[in-house]
């Protein structure tokens, strides 16, 4: 929990060299239901160029690609950034989702402390394949849906902003063929 105006830094730990190591950072707003999905919020190239989503304040938001740190660091947080902050790795082979770090922001910290409690550890979801007869235990349908979907749209990005890549390459290319 931070209060608003704060700078607040998140982290990815990746295990890939990072000439093939794309970073994406992506928020969920709400809590994981049916209808939430995941905000693209930044994309980190290994060529040290960041390209960001629609809508995103780049002011407001650095990505760091350092391995095997990268970071994200948010300025002036409002309660609006609050949510669940997740970090994806494309590499080469692999694709690593992160597991999220949950951020609150509010205007007033609270004064009085919270009384401690026995922390238990959670109950593990095991996810069942639907009965067509019985409908008892946790569906995971949704999550799965959109973590596909999210894969999905995050693999359209990286294409779009390749191929923006070669054409860019081409076009020096072209111009120097020319001088």
């Known amino acids: 929990m931070v209060q608003t105006n704060q700078t607040v830094t998140l982290s990815c730990k990746t295990e890939t060299s990072p000439s093939t190591t794309r970073i994406y950072w992506l928020r969920q707003r709400q809590a994981l239901s049916a209808n939430s999905h995941y905000e693209f919020l930044a994309c980190w190239v290994s060529v040290n160029k960041t390209v960001y989503g629609q809508g995103v304040e780049q002011e407001k938001l650095t990505v760091l690609g350092n391995s095997p740190r990268n970071l994200l660091k948010l300025q002036s947080v409002k309660p609006a950034d609050s949510g669940v902050y997740f ?53 995971c349908a949704p999550l799965i849906i959109g973590l596909l979907v999210a894969a999905v749209l995050i693999l359209l990005v990286s294409l779009g902003v390749a191929i923006h890549l070669r054409c860019l390459q081409r076009r020096a290319r072209l111009r120097l063929l020319k001088q």
């Open 87 to 139: 970090c994806m790795i494309v590499g080469v082979p692999n694709l690593i989702f992160g597991k999220g770090t949950q951020l609150s922001v509010v205007d007033v910290l609270p004064t009085s402390p919270q009384p401690t409690r026995k922390t238990s550890t959670p109950k593990k979801k095991v996810c069942r394949f639907p009965s067509p007869v019985t409908r008892k235990g946790l569906s």
